[in-house]
């Protein structure tokens, strides 16, 4: 078994896609829009789907606004220098929520960002 794809429903897939592709430099993958479910999905990502995971990003035409609930928690990205990630994403117009630093209690380098829709992004130094 392996992870093929988280999904998320996104308000304005425009905006998302430029999100996840100019500022985070994922590449689209696929798209394809269906008529008579009245939805398009879009898959984005740093691989070909057959060698790494994707997002789904899942655009509902009749839907306006979606509750992220409280269960939620983040995706994360290894990046091979936080800070600079963080600089890249500000340079690009993209949302951090919490610069680079410690975790607490830990030596693990963080830092947070934010996609058009509010979904949390982990940026974190891959470990050896």
């Not at 509902?60 to 990046?79: K, M, R, T």
């Not at 994403?89 to 951090?96: M, P, R, S």
């Not at 380098?109 to 050896?128: M, N, R, W």
Request: charged residues 30%; negative net charge.
């Amino acid at each position: 078994m392996r992870l093929l794809h988280t999904m998320l429903r996104v308000r304005d897939l425009e905006a998302s896609l430029s999100f996840y592709t100019d500022v985070l430099g994922m590449r689209l993958l696929r798209k394809k829009d269906y008529p008579g479910g009245k939805f398009t999905l879009a898959f984005v990502g740093y691989q070909d789907e057959k060698d790494g995971a994707a997002i789904e990003l899942t655009h509902n035409w009749d839907v306006d606004d979606y509750e992220l609930g409280n269960a939620y928690g983040h995706i994360a990205i290894a990046v091979d220098d936080v800070c600079a990630a963080c600089e890249r994403i500000k340079a690009a117009g993209g949302k951090v929520t919490r610069e680079a630093g410690p975790m607490k209690e830990s030596t693990t380098v963080l830092a947070f960002v934010e996609d058009p829709d509010g979904y949390k992004i982990e940026l974190l130094t891959e470990k050896e």
